[in-house]
C-alpha cells in the first residue's frame, strides 16, 4: 500500500538544478535505502519529504493529501525526519530527550498524558536505553547517542521516517547496532527511508534501494535490482566486482583498484 | 471518551475539578518533573527551576531590604523591614519609600528585563555571547533616547522611544546576517559592530551640544540608576508583565529550538514564525530594560549562564534568568553606591568591570572546545 509519492519533482538551490524530474513510490512498512554518489541530492529527497525544503515543482503526496496542505504540527505527527548531524545541547539526558519526541502530540493544556508516557517507555524499550536513561546525551558512544535519537523518532510515533546517513560516523560494531535498532523499528510496523553509503549493509537490511545520480532517480526496486555491476559502476563511475555474502547471498561491492603498484 | 468529557462540562462545571481519568495513578511521570493535572488540562513543570526560582526570589527579596538598608544614612535591614510591614517612624519611611525604594525598584526591574532578554537571545542564536548589549541592540535604544531627548521631547524622559532604537539595531543586524539560529559567530561579530556604529552616532550627537545640555543624558548612558523615580521603572514594569504571557506561550517551543532548527522543525515547530517572534519579544524586553538605567552590560551576558549552571541545563531557564538578573544588578548598584559614597558613580561601570573579568574567563576556558 502506498504511503507517499513525488511526482514530477524539480528542485533547484542556489539557481543550481539538484532534481529533474524525479518520481517515487513508498509502500508501507519497508525499509528503504537512498544510495548514490556524494553531492547526488540524497539528503535534500528527504528534506523535501520532511517539508524542510520545497520542490520548484511537482508534487508530493502523503496518504492521498498534498504534502502543503499539511501544517508543520501535523505533519510531524505522521513523518519524523533525523538530520545527519543533530544537535545535542548540554546536560540534556537521555530520557528528555526521548520525550522531546512527543512534542507535536502534546500542548500548552496537554503536556503530558498516559499516551506520551507509553509512547515514551515503547521506545525506550525497543532502543534498549533503560541502562543510559539518566546520563547526558553528549556523554554516549556514538551508537548510544544515535539509538537515542532514533528512540526520540520513535517517540513521535509516526508512520513514516527519515534517517539522513545514521550509520556514517560509526565504527562497524556500533553500525551493525544502529541497523539493527533500525530494523526493530520497521518490525513494528514503520516506514523508515535512510541515506546510506555503506552499500553492503543497505544491501543487507534494505527491502527496497533508490540510487540516485546525475539530479534523478537511476534506479529503484528490490536489492538485486538495484545492485548491478552495470548500475553501480555506472553509478559512481567505478569498476567493482560484486561478490555474494556466504551466509545469506546479499551481494557485497568490492571496488577494483585503478592504478597497479610496481612489483 | 471525549464523548462523555464533553457531556460532562456541558452539565456541570463542578464535575471537572474531579479527575476523569481513572488510570492517572498508572501515569509515570518523567524524571525530576512534577505534573499538574486542572480538570481536562495537565502540565509538566521541572522541580529544579521551581526550586531554584524560589529560592533565587528569597534572595532578591532580602536584597532589596540591603540594599533599602544601606547608604549615607544606615538603617537596619530590620527597621526596613519594619518599614515595609507598616510599622516604622515617618523619617525612616522618607527614607525607605520615597529616597532609597525607587531607585532599588529601578535597578531590579531592569536587571530582571536584561537577564530575561539576554536568555532569550543566548538560547535562540545558540551562542554564549549573544546577548542584546553585545548586539546592538541595547546601543540602538540608547540612540533612539538620545536623538529623543535632544532633539524631539527635550526635557521629558523618552522611555519609550527605546524600542524604536532598538528593532533598529535588529533590522539592521538582519539585514547582515540573515540565519541567527545557524550562524551564531558570525551574529555576534556583526552585532558588535553594529553595537559600535550605534554608540558611535549617539556620542557624535551628543558632543555636538553644550555640556549642561547633555549632563543628564550622558551620565545614564554610561548606565545610571542615580535619582530614579517612579516615571520611568513603573510603566516599564506594566509592559513587561504584559509581555511575560506571550513570552511563557513561546517558552515550549524554545525549549525545542535548543535541538537545532532542522529537528525543531521536524518536530512539528513553525522555526521562522517562532524565531522571528522570540527575537522581536527579547528585543522589546532588553529596549525596556536599557529605557530605565541606560546600556548596561554583563547583567544579560551572566544572569542566564548562571541560571542555565543552577538548573542543570535541564530546561531554558527564563525565569531563573530575570531573577539573576535582577539579583546581580541590585548587588552592583548596591556595591557603587557603597564604594563610591559619597561620590555617585555609574552602575554601568561596576557591571562593566565585573562584565569584562566574566567575559575573559569565559573565552580563555572556552578557547579549547568548540561548543
Redesign the interface.
Known amino acids: 500500500m502506498t504511503l507517499l509519492t513525488m511526482n514530477n519533482i524539480d528542485f533547484s538551490y542556489n539557481e543550481q538544478s539538484v532534481f529533474h524530474n524525479v518520481s517515487i513510490q513508498l509502500s508501507r512498512g519497508k525499509l528503504v535505502g537512498i544510495v548514490g554518489p556524494n553531492g547526488g541530492g540524497k539528503s535534500t529527497l528527504l528534506k523535501l519529504i520532511?517539508k524542510?525544503m520545497e520542490p520548484n515543482s511537482g508534487a508530493i503526496t502523503l496518504k492521498g493529501t498534498p504534502l502543503s496542505r499539511y501544517?508543520?504540527?501535523?505533519?510531524?505527527?505522521q513523518?519524523?525526519?533525523?538530520?545527519q548531524h543533530?544537535?545535542?545541547?548540554?546536560?540534556?539526558?537521555v530520557?528528555?530527550l526521548v520525550?522531546?519526541?512527543r512534542?507535536?502530540h502534546?500542548g500548552?493544556?496537554?503536556?503530558?498524558?498516559?499516551k506520551d508516557?507509553e509512547q515514551?517507555?515503547q521506545a525506550i524499550e525497543l532502543m534498549q536505553l533503560a541502562d543510559i536513561?539518566?546520563q547526558p546525551v553528549t556523554s554516549l558512544s556514538g551508537g548510544q547517542r544515535q539509538r537515542a535519537w532514533l528512540a526520540m523518532i520513535l517517540a513521535?510515533d509516526t508512520d513514516l521516517i527519515l534517517l539522513d546517513e545514521p550509520t556514517s560516523a560509526l565504527d562497524i560494531g556500533h553500525q551493525i547496532e544502529v541497523m539493527e535498532s533500525i530494523s526493530h523499528m520497521v518490525a513494528s510496523g514503520k516506514t523508515v527511508v535512510l541515506v546510506i553509503h555503506d552499500l553492503a549493509a543497505a544491501a543487507r537490511y534494505c527491502d527496497e534501494l533508490i540510487a540516485i545520480g546525475n539530479n534523478t532517480v537511476v534506479a529503484s526496486g528490490s536489492v538485486n535490482e538495484v545492485v548491478t555491476k552495470t548500475l553501480i559502476d555506472d553509478l559512481y563511475d567505478t569498476n567493482v566486482d560484486i561478490l555474494y555474502a556466504p551466509f545469506d547471498q546479499a551481494p557485497v561491492i568490492v571496488p577494483r583498484r585503478q592504478v597497479h603498484a610496481k612489483k | 471518551m471525549s464523548y462523555e468529557h464533553s457531556l460532562s462540562t456541558e452539565q456541570t462545571t463542578a464535575a471537572s475539578s474531579v479527575s476523569p481519568l481513572a488510570s492517572t495513578s498508572s501515569l509515570i511521570t518523567p524524571t525530576g518533573k512534577w505534573r499538574l493535572q486542572c480538570g481536562q488540562s495537565n502540565f509538566l513543570v521541572e522541580k529544579r527551576a521551581v526550586i531554584v526560582s524560589a529560592v533565587l526570589l528569597s534572595m532578591l527579596l532580602v536584597g532589596i531590604l540591603i540594599a533599602v538598608s544601606v547608604g549615607s544614612a544606615k538603617l537596619t535591614p530590620l527597621s526596613a523591614l519594619q518599614a515595609f510591614l507598616g510599622d516604622a517612624s515617618r523619617m525612616v519611611n522618607i527614607m525607605v519609600f520615597k529616597i532609597r525604594l525607587p531607585r532599588v525598584v529601578a535597578v531590579v526591574v531592569a536587571g530582571a528585563a536584561l537577564g530575561l532578554s539576554g536568555c532569550l537571545v543566548q538560547t535562540l542564536v545558540r551562542n554564549r555571547l549573544a546577548t542584546p548589549d553585545m548586539i546592538g541592540v541595547n546601543e540602538g535604544a540608547t540612540l533612539a533616547i538620545t536623538f529623543f531627548t535632544l532633539y524631539i521631547t527635550v526635557g521629558a524622559w523618552p522611555w519609550w522611544a527605546a524600542p524604536i532604537g532598538a528593532m533598529l539595531a535588529a533590522v539592521i543586524l538582519f539585514l547582515l546576517c540573515k540565519n541567527p539560529g545557524e550562524q551564531g559567530y558570525l551574529f555576534v561579530v556583526i552585532g558588535i559592530g553594529v553595537s559600535e556604529l550605534m554608540r558611535a552616532v549617539g556620542e557624535f550627537m551628543m558632543s555636538t551640544e553644550s555640556i549642561v545640555h547633555v549632563s543628564s543624558v550622558y551620565m545614564w548612558s554610561m548606565g545610571n540608576f542615580v535619582g530614579q523615580g517612579y516615571t520611568t521603572s513603573l510603566p516599564v514594569a506594566g509592559l513587561l508583565l504584559l509581555l511575560c504571557p506571550l513570552i511563557v506561550y513561546f517558552s515550549r517551543q524554545l525549549n525545542v529550538l535548543r535541538l537545532g532548527v532542522s529537528t525543531a522543525q521536524s518536530l512539528g515547530v513553525n522555526v521562522n514564525r517562532v524565531q522571528l517572534s522570540i527575537l522581536m519579544l527579547a528585543i522589546m524586553v532588553a529596549a525596556l530594560g536599557t529605557a530605565i538605567g541606560g546600556p548596561i552590560v554583563f547583567i544579560a551576558m551572566a544572569a542566564p549562564i548562571l541560571a542555565s549552571y543552577c538548573v542543570k541545563n535541564r530546561i531554558v531557564p527564563l525565569w531563573s534568568a530575570a531573577l539573576l538578573g535582577a539579583l546581580l544588578l541590585l548587588f552592583s548598584d548596591t556595591l557603587v553606591r557603597v564604594l563610591a559614597d559619597p561620590h555617585e558613580v555609574a552602575t554601568g561601570i561596576m557591571t562593566r568591570i565585573l562584565g569584562g573579568i566574566m567575559l575573559l574567563v569565559f573565552l580563555l576556558r572556552d578557547k579549547g572546545s568548540a561548543d
Open positions: 520532511a524542510q501544517s508543520m504540527k501535523a505533519l510531524a505527527k513523518v519524523a525526519y533525523l538530520p543533530p544537535l545535542s545541547p548540554a546536560g540534556i539526558t530520557e528528555q520525550q522531546y519526541g512534542h507535536p502534546q500548552w493544556f496537554n503536556q503530558w498524558n498516559e508516557a515514551v517507555n536513561l539518566q513521535q
